[in-house]
């Protein structure tokens, strides 16, 4: 699960999300190259339920997280085939929380 500061901000990512995913089903992965989005968002851990900083990327059809801006890749989960789960969901003590899940149930694949 990934959290933005804002509304507008988590509402513009969920929007970029489906695009992505859309546009991959349509057009495959050259077509992907002109929808990227970077910014600094909360991540939740799959197993350590706490919340963690991450820089997140959207490139390639692949939603990408960092340490840090320019660290090395920590996980991604792929947007494109696979039928993701692209959501708003509610949490307690957090708002403007999405959750993007690849069909076969996991969060994300990495560290």
Same mark, same amino acid.
């Given at each position: ?8 901000? =988590? ?9 992505? =995913? ?6 495959? *992965? ?19 339920? @706490? ?8 490139? @390639? ?13 920590? &996980? *991604?989960? &792929?947007?494109?085939?696979? @039928? ?16 993007? *899940? ?10």
């Amino acid at each position: 699960m990934f959290a933005a500061e804002s509304k507008p901000l =988590h509402k513009d990512w969920l929007l970029h999300l489906r695009r992505v =995913h859309q546009a991959s089903q349509l057009t495959g *992965e050259q077509r992907l190259s002109g929808l990227t989005k970077e910014a600094l968002l909360a991540k939740r851990g799959p197993l350590v339920k @706490n919340w963690k900083s991450r820089w997140i990327a959207l490139r @390639n059809g692949k939603l990408q997280y960092f340490a840090k801006q320019g660290g090395k890749l920590k &996980g *991604e989960v &792929g947007l494109m085939g696979s @039928n993701p789960t692209i959501a708003a969901v509610a949490s307690k003590g957090k708002s403007c929380i999405f959750r993007v *899940e690849a069909r076969s149930g996991s969060e994300t694949s990495g560290h």
